[in-house]
Protein backbone atom coordinates (compact mmCIF):
# COMPACT_ATOMS: atom_id res chain seq x y z
CA UNK A 1 0.00 0.00 0.00
CA UNK A 2 1.22 3.03 -0.87
CA UNK A 3 1.11 6.07 1.61
CA UNK A 4 0.75 9.71 1.03
CA UNK A 5 4.03 10.47 1.62
CA UNK A 6 5.55 7.98 -0.46
CA UNK A 7 3.19 10.23 -3.12
CA UNK A 8 4.47 13.33 -2.11
CA UNK A 9 8.33 11.89 -2.16
CA UNK A 10 7.84 10.94 -5.61
CA UNK A 11 6.62 14.58 -7.02
CA UNK A 12 9.17 16.44 -5.30
CA UNK A 13 11.43 14.83 -7.17
CA UNK A 14 9.88 15.56 -10.54
CA UNK A 15 11.40 18.83 -11.68
CA UNK A 16 9.40 21.71 -12.93
CA UNK A 17 10.92 23.08 -15.88
CA UNK A 18 9.01 26.72 -16.54
CA UNK A 19 8.50 28.17 -20.06
CA UNK A 20 8.98 24.69 -21.78
CA UNK A 21 8.20 23.81 -24.37
CA UNK A 22 6.89 27.38 -25.18
CA UNK A 23 6.03 30.36 -22.88
CA UNK A 24 3.69 30.05 -20.09
CA UNK A 25 3.96 26.14 -19.90
CA UNK A 26 5.23 24.31 -16.89
CA UNK A 27 6.75 21.11 -17.98
CA UNK A 28 7.00 18.22 -15.20
CA UNK A 29 10.19 16.52 -16.30
CA UNK A 30 10.09 13.17 -15.34
CA UNK A 31 14.04 12.43 -15.61
CA UNK A 32 14.71 13.35 -12.39
CA UNK A 33 12.59 10.72 -10.66
CA UNK A 34 13.36 8.36 -13.01
CA UNK A 35 17.25 8.03 -12.68
CA UNK A 36 16.82 7.35 -8.65
CA UNK A 37 16.06 3.62 -8.23
CA UNK A 38 14.27 3.68 -5.19
CA UNK A 39 11.51 5.84 -7.01
CA UNK A 40 11.47 4.17 -9.82
CA UNK A 41 10.21 1.25 -7.83
CA UNK A 42 8.08 3.53 -6.01
CA UNK A 43 6.39 4.46 -9.37
CA UNK A 44 5.83 1.12 -10.93
CA UNK A 45 4.83 -0.46 -7.56
CA UNK A 46 2.00 2.13 -7.07
CA UNK A 47 0.49 2.01 -10.64
CA UNK A 48 0.83 -2.18 -10.33
CA UNK A 49 -1.11 -1.55 -7.02
CA UNK A 50 -3.72 0.13 -8.43
CA UNK A 51 -4.72 -3.32 -10.97
CA UNK A 52 -3.52 -5.66 -8.41
CA UNK A 53 -7.34 -7.56 -8.48
CA UNK A 54 -7.38 -7.12 -12.44
CA UNK A 55 -6.93 -9.93 -14.61
CA UNK A 56 -4.69 -8.46 -17.33
CA UNK A 57 -3.41 -9.98 -20.34
CA UNK A 58 -1.31 -6.68 -21.91
CA UNK A 59 0.07 -3.64 -21.13
CA UNK A 60 -0.32 -1.28 -24.27
CA UNK A 61 2.35 1.67 -23.69
CA UNK A 62 1.76 4.34 -25.39
CA UNK A 63 5.09 6.04 -27.18
CA UNK A 64 7.59 6.62 -25.31
CA UNK A 65 6.97 7.16 -22.12
CA UNK A 66 4.62 4.83 -21.97
CA UNK A 67 7.29 1.55 -22.88
CA UNK A 68 9.55 3.29 -19.71
CA UNK A 69 6.43 2.63 -17.63
CA UNK A 70 4.57 -0.34 -19.00
CA UNK A 71 7.65 -2.78 -19.26
CA UNK A 72 7.88 -3.49 -15.89
CA UNK A 73 4.55 -3.28 -15.28
CA UNK A 74 3.87 -6.14 -17.43
CA UNK A 75 6.48 -7.89 -15.54
CA UNK A 76 5.54 -7.27 -12.11
CA UNK A 77 1.90 -8.08 -13.63
CA UNK A 78 2.59 -10.97 -15.54
CA UNK A 79 0.69 -9.70 -18.89
CA UNK A 80 2.41 -9.02 -22.61
CA UNK A 81 3.83 -5.67 -23.90
CA UNK A 82 1.97 -4.33 -26.97
CA UNK A 83 3.56 -0.85 -28.20
CA UNK A 84 1.87 1.78 -29.39
CA UNK A 85 3.61 3.70 -32.01
CA UNK A 86 3.95 6.76 -33.68
CA UNK A 87 3.32 5.69 -37.60
CA UNK A 88 5.72 4.28 -39.43
CA UNK A 89 7.72 2.78 -36.60
CA UNK A 90 6.52 -0.79 -36.78
CA UNK A 91 7.09 -3.57 -38.79
CA UNK A 92 4.20 -5.66 -39.36
CA UNK A 93 1.28 -4.61 -40.54
CA UNK A 94 -1.04 -1.97 -38.58
CA UNK A 95 -3.91 -0.17 -37.94
CA UNK A 96 -4.18 3.26 -36.84
CA UNK A 97 -6.46 5.75 -34.95
CA UNK A 98 -6.06 9.73 -35.85
CA UNK A 99 -6.45 11.96 -32.98
CA UNK A 100 -6.88 16.24 -33.43
CA UNK A 101 -4.00 18.37 -31.52
CA UNK A 102 -4.02 21.98 -30.86
CA UNK A 103 -2.94 22.47 -34.43
CA UNK A 104 -3.75 19.93 -36.76
CA UNK A 105 -3.59 15.92 -36.49
CA UNK A 106 -1.71 13.30 -35.78
CA UNK A 107 -2.03 9.50 -35.27
CA UNK A 108 -0.80 6.33 -33.58
CA UNK A 109 -0.56 2.59 -34.48
CA UNK A 110 -0.58 -0.75 -33.39
CA UNK A 111 0.04 -4.00 -34.95
CA UNK A 112 -3.39 -5.44 -36.28
CA UNK A 113 -2.43 -8.76 -34.35
CA UNK A 114 -0.89 -7.75 -31.03
CA UNK A 115 -3.96 -8.05 -29.16
CA UNK A 116 -6.24 -11.33 -29.40
CA UNK A 117 -9.84 -11.22 -29.27
CA UNK A 118 -11.12 -10.18 -25.29
CA UNK A 119 -7.67 -10.08 -24.46
CA UNK A 120 -7.94 -7.36 -21.24
CA UNK A 121 -5.44 -4.47 -21.83
CA UNK A 122 -3.97 -1.97 -19.58
CA UNK A 123 -3.20 1.41 -21.69
CA UNK A 124 -0.10 3.26 -19.64
CA UNK A 125 1.52 6.16 -20.38
CA UNK A 126 3.34 8.96 -18.23
CA UNK A 127 1.28 11.84 -18.79
CA UNK A 128 -2.63 12.50 -19.24
CA UNK A 129 -3.18 16.29 -20.48
CA UNK A 130 -5.76 16.75 -22.44
CA UNK A 131 -6.08 13.01 -23.45
CA UNK A 132 -6.14 12.46 -27.19
CA UNK A 133 -3.19 10.20 -27.71
CA UNK A 134 -4.61 7.76 -25.01
CA UNK A 135 -8.14 8.19 -25.84
CA UNK A 136 -6.89 7.34 -29.27
CA UNK A 137 -5.19 4.03 -27.78
CA UNK A 138 -8.24 3.21 -26.49
CA UNK A 139 -10.02 3.44 -30.04
CA UNK A 140 -7.01 1.31 -30.91
CA UNK A 141 -7.51 -1.27 -28.28
CA UNK A 142 -11.21 -1.52 -29.13
CA UNK A 143 -10.54 -2.20 -32.92
CA UNK A 144 -8.80 -5.08 -32.45
CA UNK A 145 -11.31 -6.16 -30.09
CA UNK A 146 -8.86 -6.22 -26.97
CA UNK A 147 -11.48 -5.76 -23.80
CA UNK A 148 -9.88 -2.26 -21.84
CA UNK A 149 -9.59 -2.29 -18.25
CA UNK A 150 -7.90 0.72 -17.49
CA UNK A 151 -5.93 3.69 -18.09
CA UNK A 152 -2.46 4.20 -15.67
CA UNK A 153 -0.91 7.80 -15.94
CA UNK A 154 2.26 8.63 -13.81
CA UNK A 155 1.26 11.92 -14.04
CA UNK A 156 -2.33 13.94 -14.53
CA UNK A 157 -2.87 17.49 -15.49
CA UNK A 158 -6.32 18.10 -13.94
CA UNK A 159 -7.13 21.74 -14.84
CA UNK A 160 -6.40 20.31 -18.90
CA UNK A 161 -9.80 17.61 -18.00
CA UNK A 162 -8.63 14.68 -20.39
CA UNK A 163 -9.89 12.35 -17.43
CA UNK A 164 -13.43 13.41 -19.40
CA UNK A 165 -12.52 12.08 -22.55
CA UNK A 166 -13.13 8.77 -20.86
CA UNK A 167 -15.98 6.12 -20.14
CA UNK A 168 -16.78 6.82 -16.85
CA UNK A 169 -16.93 3.08 -16.18
CA UNK A 170 -13.47 2.82 -17.27
CA UNK A 171 -10.86 2.73 -14.06
CA UNK A 172 -8.39 5.77 -15.31
CA UNK A 173 -5.88 6.25 -12.09
CA UNK A 174 -2.76 8.87 -11.80
CA UNK A 175 0.07 8.95 -9.26
CA UNK A 176 0.34 12.57 -9.16
CA UNK A 177 -2.15 15.33 -9.41
CA UNK A 178 -1.09 18.77 -10.87
Not at 12 to 21: G, L
Not at 132 to 152: D, P, Q, S
Not at 154 to 174: H, N, P, T
Amino acid sequence: MVTTNVIESVKNKIRAVENFPKEGIIFRDITTALKEPETLVEMIDYLCDQFKDVKIDYIAGIESRGFIFGMPMAYKLGAGFVPVRKPNKLPAETISQEYSLEYGTDKIEIHVDAIPEGANVLIVDDLLATGGTAEAACKLIKKTGGNLVGIAFLIELEGLKGREKFDKDLKVVSMLKY
